[in-house]
Nanobody, 126 residues
Framework: QVQLVESGGGLVQAGGSLRLSCAAS????????MGWFRQGPGKEREFVAA????????KYADSVRGRFTISRDNSKNTVYLQMNSLKPEDTAVYYC???????????????????WGQGTQATVSS
C-alpha cells in the first residue's frame, strides 16, 4: 500500500488559481500511476486528471481540460494539480489516488485506483 496526503486547498475567487499537492510514501512512487478525483457538494465523485509513471502521459476530464494541469516530481514523491481559471462549479473535495495496475493505460474509473488520500477542500466563490 501507499499513504497519500493532499494539501493546498483553500478559498479562492472565480478566475483564480490553486495548486494542490499530494505526497506519497510507503511504496516506490515512480512505479505507479496517479490520478485526481473530486466530489462536489451533493454530487458523486468524478475523475479530474491522471498521469503515468514518468508524467509523460496525461488524461483529463472534459470539464477541466485546458484549465487544469497534472504533473509529478518523482524525486519528491509528489503529484500536483495546478488549477487555473477556477469556476464555482470546481468547488469540491479533491482526492489523489494511486493506480498500481501494470501497463500504460490511464483510467478515469475510481475502482481502478488502489490507494486514496483523505482529500483537501477547494472552494471557489463567485
Amino acid at each position: 500500500q501507499v499513504q497519500l496526503v493532499e494539501s493546498g486547498g483553500g478559498l479562492v475567487q472565480a478566475g483564480g488559481s490553486l495548486r494542490l499537492s499530494c505526497a506519497a510514501s510507503g511504496r516506490t512512487f515512480r512505479r505507479y500511476k496517479m490520478g485526481w478525483f473530486r466530489q462536489g457538494p451533493g454530487k458523486e465523485r468524478e475523475f479530474v486528471a491522471a498521469t503515468g509513471w514518468n508524467g509523460g502521459g496525461t488524461k483529463y476530464a472534459d470539464s477541466v481540460r485546458g484549465r487544469f494541469t497534472i504533473s509529478r516530481d518523482n524525486s519528491k514523491n509528489t503529484v500536483y494539480l495546478q488549477m487555473n481559471s477556477l469556476k464555482p462549479e470546481d468547488t469540491a473535495v479533491y482526492y489523489c489516488a494511486a493506480d498500481f495496475r501494470p501497463g500504460l493505460a490511464l483510467s478515469d474509473l475510481g475502482d481502478d485506483y488502489d490507494s486514496w488520500g483523505q482529500g483537501t477542500q477547494a472552494t471557489v466563490s463567485s
